[in-house]
Each structure stands twice: as structure tokens, then as C-alpha cells.
């Protein structure tokens, strides 16, 4: 407060406010026409520059200042989402913690990115401000490689073994299905050497790391395949030449054992054990009935 030359007190403006108060009544009296193309961002900068100060004052200059520029034009009214094929916009808008007068002005566009990368899916993100009120997100999302199963548990996990989420059992079903503990962080090798056998690798289904040491390989027809802890790929290359010797792979089997380097063994499904053990009957009448008729 100042006194006035005839001793009343009258209302004196901080100095740093006299020439944006100026202004704005030079605009009001018709003194200035501001361009229609520069009002929104002029009035704003006017406005603006009173709330900092006040708010300087007050000790509450981030909501003065937002508060004012988004009552001028500079509110986020559109978020423009690019590269979320898994992430929702219900979950982008949510960490964003967008509301109905946050300003693009006062946004801070770091914090609004660290948020972001929270979200399961979120690999990279870059927001961007396009003024006067658009918010720009750009995702890269993760890119899911196997569903892991561990116990009754299915989740997505990238290549190097790092959970995404849980597997909800729709979409992926291209993906393989890796089985066990430690079997996320070693699948990408083992499948990375199967690719190598494209006659194998075609009619794999699933992947089995047994006791984190070695894996038993599950083809699309039921059929085990039993590698050893050591050398896998010799076992895979014998396996190979029997099944172009033999197509034992197409057979109705349950299981190929590998784990000896000297010795295969086969087992049959129940059905198949069955009709084997059938017909070894039928032959033994066969032969006994041959004998007797032989006497």
C-alpha cells in the first residue's frame, strides 16, 4: 500500500507488473489489435506472466500457471497414440494422469515418459508436445517370444527370458510353449540350435527343461523326444537319419529316448502297446495252432 497525494491510501502495483497491466488495458481500450492468428498465445503470455508472479508470491506457481494456460487454449484435449498393438489408451491415459484442465504448457514430458515405460508392454516411449493442445505418444512395444509355464502359471516372455505378463490364453498361439523352472532365461539358445533342424524344429509344440539341465523336446503329434544334458545336437542328427530311415516320428509312439549316445529306446502309446501285445497273441495261437496241425 501507498499513500496518495491527498493522504488516502490507494492500491500500488509491484513494479513488475505495471507494463503487462499496461498492456492488457491498451488492448481493452482498442490502442493495440492484436492479430486473430497471435491472441490466444498473447493473452495467454499476459495472463501468464500475472499467475507466475502471484504465484511466486503464494508459493504456488505450478497450478496457478497450469490452470491459466489451460483456461487460455493450452489444455490437453487430444492424445494422439501411435505403436500400442498390447497397451490399451484406458492404460496410456491413466499414467499420464491426464484430467479435464491439464496443461500442455506445464506438462512435464520426462516424467510423463517415465511413467509410461512402467506399463507392462512399454519398451521406448517419446512424447511430444504439438501445441496448442495435443499430446504425441509414441510406444515400441516388447515383442513377446515364448509363453512360459511353470506349474499352473502361463506368462509372456521376451527372448532373454524377462516376464512381460500373464498369458491370458487368447492371441500367440503361434508362440512355443517353454516348461519348467529356468526354462525362460535358456529357451532362446536351445531354440535357436533346434532352428537349425528345420525337419525337427517344423512340428515342435512345446519345450520341457528338465531338472535345468536338458530338455525334452513335444512335437505337434504327441510324440516326446528325450535329449541328452551334453551334446543335443548329435542326438537330434541321429534321430533325424532314423526317422528318414524308418519315419519313426510318424509312428504311434509316446516317446524317443536319446540320452544315451549308444542306445535309442522307443515306448509306444497305450493304444499302440495294446495292438502290439494283440498281435503277438494272434501269432502265438497262430504258431501253437500250426504245431498241432503239424502232428
Known amino acids: 500500500m501507498a499513500m496518495g497525494r491527498d493522504g488516502e491510501d490507494r492500491f500500488v502495483l509491484p513494479r513488475?507488473?505495471?507494463?503487462?497491466?499496461?498492456?492488457?488495458?491498451?488492448?481493452?481500450?482498442?490502442?493495440?489489435?492484436?492479430?486473430?492468428?497471435?491472441?490466444?498465445?498473447?493473452?495467454?503470455?499476459?495472463?501468464?506472466?500475472?499467475?507466475?508472479?502471484?504465484?511466486?508470491v503464494g508459493g504456488q506457481?505450478?497450478?496457478?500457471?497450469?490452470?491459466?494456460?489451460?483456461?487460455?487454449?493450452?489444455k490437453v484435449s487430444e492424445v494422439e497414440i501411435t505403436g500400442h498393438d498390447h497397451t490399451s489408451e484406458v492404460a496410456v491415459f491413466e499414467?499420464?494422469?491426464?484430467?479435464?484442465?491439464?496443461?500442455?504448457?506445464?506438462?512435464?514430458?520426462?516424467?510423463?515418459?517415465?511413467?509410461?515405460?512402467?506399463?507392462?508392454w512399454?519398451?521406448?516411449?517419446?512424447?511430444?508436445?504439438?501445441?496448442?493442445?495435443t499430446l504425441a505418444v509414441n510406444l515400441q512395444?516388447?515383442?513377446?517370444?515364448?509363453?512360459?509355464?511353470?506349474?499352473?502359471?502361463?506368462?509372456?516372455?521376451?527372448a532373454d527370458g524377462t516376464v512381460i505378463g500373464a498369458y491370458t490364453g487368447s492371441g500367440f498361439n503361434s508362440l512355443p510353449l517353454v516348461v519348467g523352472?529356468?526354462?525362460?532365461?535358456?529357451a532362446s539358445v536351445f531354440m535357436e540350435m533346434i532352428a537349425g533342424y528345420p525337419e525337427l524344429a517344423t512340428r515342435v509344440?512345446?519345450?520341457?527343461?528338465?531338472?535345468?539341465?536338458?530338455?525334452?523336446?513335444?512335437?505337434?503329434?504327441?510324440?516326446?523326444?528325450?535329449?541328452?544334458?551334453?551334446?543335443?545336437?548329435?542326438?537330434?542328427?541321429?534321430?533325424?537319419?532314423?526317422?528318414a530311415e524308418t519315419e519313426v516320428l510318424s509312428r504311434d509312439i509316446a516317446s524317443i529316448d536319446l540320452r544315451l549316445e549308444d542306445r535309442t529306446t522307443v515306448a509306444l502309446t497305450e493304444n499302440a502297446a495294446m495292438r502290439r501285445e494283440a498281435a503277438l497273441d494272434a501269432r502265438e495261437k497262430a504258431l501253437r495252432a500250426k504245431a498241432r496241425s503239424s502232428i
Open 181 to 186: 523352472p529356468g526354462a525362460a532365461s535358456s
Open 141 to 158: 512395444e516388447k515383442r513377446a517370444f515364448a509363453i512360459w509355464q511353470t506349474g499352473t502359471t502361463l506368462s509372456l516372455i521376451e
Open 122 to 133: 512399454v519398451e521406448t516411449v517419446s512424447v511430444r508436445k504439438v501445441y496448442p493442445d
Open 61 to 74: 506457481i505450478g497450478g496457478a500457471v497450469a490452470e491459466v494456460t489451460a483456461a487460455f487454449g493450452f
Open 205 to 243: 509344440k512345446a519345450l520341457i527343461h528338465v531338472g535345468e539341465r536338458r530338455w525334452d523336446v513335444r512335437l505337434a503329434n504327441g510324440v516326446t523326444v528325450k535329449l541328452p544334458a551334453g551334446a543335443p545336437e548329435r542326438a537330434i542328427e541321429r534321430l533325424l537319419a532314423m526317422d
Open 16 to 56: 513488475l507488473l505495471r507494463r503487462p497491466v499496461r498492456l492488457f488495458e491498451k488492448i481493452f481500450a482498442g490502442e493495440i489489435v492484436i492479430p486473430r492468428h497471435i491472441e490466444r498465445y498473447g493473452l495467454a503470455a499476459i495472463f501468464g506472466s500475472t499467475a507466475l508472479y502471484g504465484s511466486l
Open 95 to 120: 499414467a499420464l494422469g491426464l484430467t479435464g484442465m491439464t496443461s500442455l504448457v506445464t506438462m512435464n514430458a520426462k516424467q510423463a515418459q517415465d511413467a509410461l515405460r512402467q506399463l507392462p
